[in-house]
């Protein structure tokens, strides 16, 4: 049997995809907050709310995770 | 047909990279006005079509493995592999490849910044990545929560660089930053490593 995967090569493109689709949106999360005339300075105080916000979601939803 | 061969020693394999990322690569990047000019051209995409059908006429061996990972469970190695390329395209892009996210300048204050902007991105990102795994339900509870703790430990340094950054220190909140970014890198190989306990036992 062939170990050719379609779904293989669609999983890692999409992979790739997907990431660029995140940086690209980030991207333009922080051009917007410059258009908006924010500082350096306060843009990086909001990406740091932003991280906190994100690791506060991503362990709520590992804790609410079956256990095995 | 019975010849076996890696999915990077494929033609295909190539020729589709080349079709999909020469587009996203001139967009993303910056190389040298005349690899971008090429880049963005129809032309890499043509010789990638032209690769990947020239690839799929002279098949003569089976792909059974990929960068040396056998592919005998189809079935439950694309995900795990798919979240490896979740975190190896987010450092690639979030990394020092990238284009600036926030400033192109020099001095100490903005070089400081651009970094931590972009460990900012690449930590919030990964952490919503794991979100989403929580709930894709591919990796363990406890292999989520391993993960989770190399991700708190960059995001404890980089909260660190950014005190420093506030303070005026901008060298010392660049150099937390880095190291925030380089740990952040270090997921690739938890996430290899985890890639690799999914091969079967041969």
Redesign the interface.
């Known amino acids: 049997m062939?170990?050719?995967?379609p779904?293989?090569?669609a999983?890692?493109?999409?992979?790739?995809?997907?990431?660029?689709g995140?940086?690209d949106a980030?991207?333009a999360h922080?051009d917007g907050k410059?258009a908006q005339g924010k500082s350096?300075?306060v843009?990086?105080?909001e990406?740091?709310a932003?991280?906190?916000a994100?690791?506060g979601?991503?362990?709520a939803?590992?804790e609410?995770?079956?256990?095995? | 047909?019975n010849d076996q061969k890696d999915?990077l020693a494929s033609k295909t394999?190539w020729g589709?990279l080349l079709t999909?990322?020469a587009p996203?690569l001139s967009k993303?990047f910056n190389f040298t006005p005349e690899l971008q000019a090429m880049l963005s051209s129809d032309l890499a995409q043509i010789v990638g079509l032209v690769l990947a059908g020239w690839g799929q006429l002279s098949r003569k061996a089976?792909?059974?493995?990929?960068a040396g990972i056998?592919?005998?469970k189809?079935p439950t190695?694309?995900?795990v592999?798919?979240?490896?390329?979740?975190a190896?395209?987010?450092a690639l892009?979030?990394g020092c490849a990238?284009k600036p996210?926030?400033?192109e300048g020099t001095s100490p204050?903005?070089r400081a910044?651009e970094a931590?902007?972009q460990a900012?991105?690449g930590?919030?990102?990964a952490?919503?990545a794991?979100?989403e795994e929580?709930?894709r339900?591919v990796l363990?509870?406890a292999e989520?929560?391993d993960f989770?703790g190399k991700?708190?430990k960059a995001?404890g340094i980089?909260?660190k660089a950014?005190a420093l950054?506030?303070d005026g220190l901008f060298a010392d909140s660049l150099k937390e930053a880095l190291q925030s970014k380089s740990l952040l890198g270090t997921v690739n190989g938890l996430l290899a490593e985890r890639i690799k306990q999914q091969r079967p036992k041969t």
Do not use: C
Not at chain 1, 2 to 5: G, L
Not at chain 1, 11 to 20: H, N, W
Not at chain 2, 81 to 86: D, N, S, T, V, Y
């Open positions: 062939s170990a050719f995967s779904e293989l090569i999983y890692l493109i999409l992979g790739v995809v997907e990431r660029l995140s940086v980030a991207r922080i410059k350096f300075d843009i990086l105080d990406l740091e932003e991280r906190i994100a690791a979601e991503a362990h939803a590992v609410n995770m079956p256990d095995s | 047909m999915l394999t589709i999909i990322l996203l993303y089976s792909i059974t493995s990929v056998p592919l005998n189809p190695t694309p995900p592999i798919f979240i490896g390329f979740l190896l395209g987010m892009l979030v990238g996210l926030l400033t204050a903005e910044a931590i902007a900012e991105v930590l919030t990102i952490y919503r794991v979100a929580a709930a339900g363990t509870k989520l929560t989770l991700l708190d995001s980089l909260t950014q950054r506030r």
